[in-house]
């Protein structure tokens, strides 16, 4: 975790050294998100027990998640 921390930082702060502090929550997020070697779970999941929900899952979430009971595009249209 550390090196991984360090790797991130290392990579902010070379753009931008003045803002690295901004961007740690970002770091953190994408650790949290990986897939870790030893258990095959993201830490995310085994600290809460669900998949991280990512921003691009969001609008995947609106066009693969229909229920039948609800219009359709055309119907509404």
Known sequence: MIK???TGLFVV???DLDNWDFQLPHILFSYRCGVHV???FFPFM???GRTPRLTCDNG???FTYVEKDE???DEIT
């Open 46 to 48: 085994v600290l809460t």
């Open 71 to 73: 219009l359709t595009l």
């Open 60 to 62: 995947l979430f609106a």
């Open 38 to 40: 030893n258990t095959k």
């Open 4 to 6: 991984t921390l360090k």
């Open 13 to 15: 702060s070379f753009t």
